[in-house]
């Protein structure tokens, strides 16, 4: 019976861990930042563990004991991702709805946000913690039915130990199923249905394996719960699509006019088609069309994080390319891009015929291969993904730049926001180092950036725009410092900060020619989207910051995450 027990340790181990890992991932993907969502829900685990097996001491039957925490695990289990789908998706509608001006006040806008915040976190927090404090309950109970029943003279320590050994193979087993099983194989959803079942075996084993403690109310309770569990399998997919659909048009719905009766509201969100979900070896890809003030958008979205709209992707990615050619006076010839993998930005550099050569590096394939195959997709960017004049690489940039010998006249860089560390060594004072290596003595590289500029709240009176109020705080101050500095430190002597709409680039480059900042009366049919207004206001915005060492965001010392 004691090797059961030990193999029954390994076994809710894995479950335990694979739960973890569940909320601690989806955490991540919905909110960001995956290093602080990682290590508060690893934290709050392990307090968790660490009460429940304090508890666990005043057990007098311990068997009765497992099978109701097992019971309790499997439901917590099943539903641990659809309850932060769940969440999240009332959560960013209440947010999308007060930031959309219903909240006037800004400071009440931010009040409200950190309060729903919190209040997020706590909710989900809870569920982590409950995961953690039935899980510790199994270990101590294993071992305290090993030793009721075993009758060999084994020490009791070494027992104790056998168990804890057991108990953390099942772990690294755990750890490893779900990097390299579970999630690219089974997906977030389905994954904790299937890790629930398994808690739920273990949980009909111990009803089933003694004749002495059989409870028919907790072997009701399980039946019920299995059946449960495979109905709930069949219908996975469709509440995700419910998610999807609230998560992204929910907040939209409610804004836009005469929508504010919860049945309008309902229709409005779950009609203009599927939220198309890919999930690709790193990232989720979305997309789906959005109704907004009477017009129909396509919005493509990376881990829920927006990407593009065809509402406003013309003139960002009109800015990205055709600005730094403007200011520099100069039509590349050899043009390296990295990331930009919905093709859109090589459309716009695809109008300059200066260029000769062009190598595209993006680092997911399937990112790539949606972007060229979907006919949405390919049909916004213009084909550009299946030019045969476009050389297409997939790898990492960071190691393609560090590798590469070819001089360059321009580099574009597109690259989502650093919201977690593996990104951030993107935006690192080794990457830029690469970058000015690879550029040719007058060459330069643009990038897509989060800066911000002093101004805050424009209106316009007399054709022009005015500032009616500033919202720029310290932490937009540090930012911009961080980058600057950043940039500075990598040797780049010219840097040229730009925001174009709600957008902002950095160009930077170490050339002794002459650059124009007057971009007044500079239209062209090459950039359509791009008026008298945006071109102007080129010249005349600031971005306050300093260069200071103790700014420069490094591979070894990353400091600069959203």
Known sequence: ???????????????????????????????????????????????????????????????????????????????????????????ETVISIAKAGYIADFSAYITLKTQVRALYFIICESLVFAVGYFSGFELPLLIAMSSSENDSIDSSESNENTFIAFNYFGTLLGTL????????????????????????LACFWLLFSSKVHQDKKMALGATCLSILLITSFFYAKSFEQIFLRVYYRAGTAYIDENRHDLKTWWDKTMDGGDVVRTKTLYQYIDYFNVEWKGEDEFVLMINTNFQFSTSNERIYHEAFAHIPVLITNKQPRNVLVLGAGDGLLLREL??????????????????????????????????????????????????????????????FIDFPYPQDYNVTKLFSYEFYTFVRRNLTEDGYAVFDVPLRTKEGRLSRENRRLIETESTFSDDDYERNSIVMSTVAK????????????????????????????????????????LDNDALSLINRQHFPHEINEDFVNSVFHPILVD
């Open 1 to 91: 019976m004691r090797k059961n027990y030990l193999f029954l340790a390994c076994i809710l181990s894995f479950c335990s861990i694979s739960y973890e890992l569940l909320f601690a991932n989806t955490l991540a993907i919905m909110s960001g930042n995956v290093v602080l969502w990682h290590s508060l829900t690893i934290g709050v685990y392990i307090a968790g563990l660490g009460l429940g097996t304090f508890r666990s001491v005043d057990v007098i039957l311990p068997r009765k004991k497992l099978i109701k925490v097992e019971l309790v695990l499997s439901v917590i289990g099943a539903i641990s991702v659809a309850s932060i789908f769940f969440i999240t998706a009332i959560y």
């Open 177 to 200: 199923a779900f990097a390299y099983f579970l999630i690219p194989l089974l997906d977030a959803l389905y994954t904790s249905l299937v890790v629930a079942g398994i808690n739920l």
């Open 350 to 411: 695809k109008k300059y015929k200066s260029i000769v050569s062009l190598i595209h590096v993006e680092l997911d394939e399937g990112m790539h291969d949606i972007s060229r195959t979907n006919p949405v997709i390919s049909a916004i960017n213009e084909g550009s993904l299946s030019d045969p004049e476009i050389k297409t690489v997939i790898g990492d940039a960071f190691q393609f730049l560090r590798k590469s010998e070819k001089k360059y006249d321009a580099i």
């Open 490 to 529: 990598a040797g780049f002597e010219i840097r040229i900060p730009y925001l174009v709409g709600k957008e902002t680039f950095l160009l930077m480059t170490n050339t002794k020619d002459k650059l124009n900042y007057d971009l007044f009366n500079r239209l062209s049919d090459l950039y359509p989207n």
